[in-house]
């Protein structure tokens, strides 16, 4: 997990997080590590090689129960560990993609102002769809496929801006951007509404 401390750098964001909105699409940013291809404008993180240097970053800061939906869309075998997330206060349009270091946890979360932790190694197929947020205390809960797991870890500073962080690590292989009122595809060929948590189902057509 991460520390408590403030960031060190956050130029060009300013505000209290409970003045963002959570109105625009999230995308990837542009900084990411050097095994990271972004594709389908950015709303896609895909490492391409070996199974670290995966780490990334949401292109805007994220508000205060804002939920971040990611889903996996490509997995193996091959390795161990899988997502580590989290988020950062530090802009990540003041950090260059080459000066990441190989792993989020614990080369970045032991660094001022980063904050995430390895999701369960069962999760380890594609089709999930993770959710995650933070309150006004930082505490980080998540979900996963629309079931609330309750919380990640607690402790995150968030009197400054807050960008979402993934590590695409080991037996996650690609992941992307969705959004809490788009239709998908389960699993199980149901096509699901994700809304405020809840899941409805019904045939797809």
Same mark, same amino acid.
């Given at each position: 997990?991460?520390?408590n401390?403030?960031?060190s750098?956050?130029r060009?964001?300013?505000?209290?997080?409970?003045?963002?909105?959570a109105?625009?699409p999230l995308?990837?940013?542009e900084?990411?590590?050097?095994n990271?291809?972004l594709?389908?404008?950015n709303?896609?993180?895909?490492r391409?090689?070996?199974f670290?240097?995966g780490?990334?970053f949401s292109?805007r800061p994220?508000a205060?129960n804002?939920?971040?939906? *990611?889903k996996f869309?490509?997995?193996n075998?091959?390795?161990s560990?899988?997502?580590?997330?989290?988020?950062?206060s530090?802009?990540p349009a003041?950090?260059?993609?080459?000066?990441?270091?190989r792993y989020?946890c614990p080369d970045l979360?032991?660094k001022?102002?980063?904050?995430a932790?390895?999701?369960?190694?069962?999760?380890?197929?594609s089709n999930?769809?993770?959710h995650?947020?933070?309150?006004?205390?930082?505490d980080?809960t998540?979900?996963?496929?629309?079931?609330?797991?309750?919380?990640f870890?607690?402790g *995150?500073?968030?009197?400054?801006?807050?960008?979402?962080?993934?590590?695409?690590?080991?037996?996650?292989v690609?992941v992307?951007?969705s959004?809490a009122n788009?239709?998908e595809?389960?699993s199980?060929?149901d096509?699901?509404l994700?809304?405020?948590?809840r899941?409805t189902r019904?045939?797809?057509?």
């Amino acid at each position: 997990m991460g520390n408590n401390g403030s960031a060190s750098s956050n130029r060009g964001v300013s505000g209290d997080l409970n003045s963002l909105r959570a109105e625009s699409p999230l995308m990837f940013h542009e900084t990411h590590g050097d095994n990271i291809q972004l594709q389908y404008n950015n709303t896609r993180a895909r490492r391409y090689e070996s199974f670290c240097k995966g780490i990334c970053f949401s292109s805007r800061p994220i508000a205060i129960n804002e939920r971040v939906y *990611v889903k996996f869309v490509e997995t193996n075998t091959s390795w161990s560990g899988v997502l580590r997330f989290g988020f950062t206060s530090v802009d990540p349009a003041t950090i260059r993609g080459c000066d990441l270091p190989r792993y989020a946890c614990p080369d970045l979360t032991n660094k001022q102002g980063n904050w995430a932790k390895a999701l369960g190694e069962r999760y380890t197929t594609s089709n999930i769809l993770l959710h995650f947020s933070v309150n006004r205390a930082g505490d980080v809960t998540y979900g996963v496929n629309g079931e609330e797991k309750g919380l990640f870890f607690s402790g *995150v500073v968030t009197n400054q801006p807050l960008w979402a962080m993934l590590d695409i690590y080991g037996n996650t292989v690609a992941v992307e951007f969705s959004h809490a009122n788009a239709g998908e595809l389960d699993s199980t060929g149901d096509f699901c509404l994700y809304r405020e948590g809840r899941v409805t189902r019904r045939p797809a057509s």
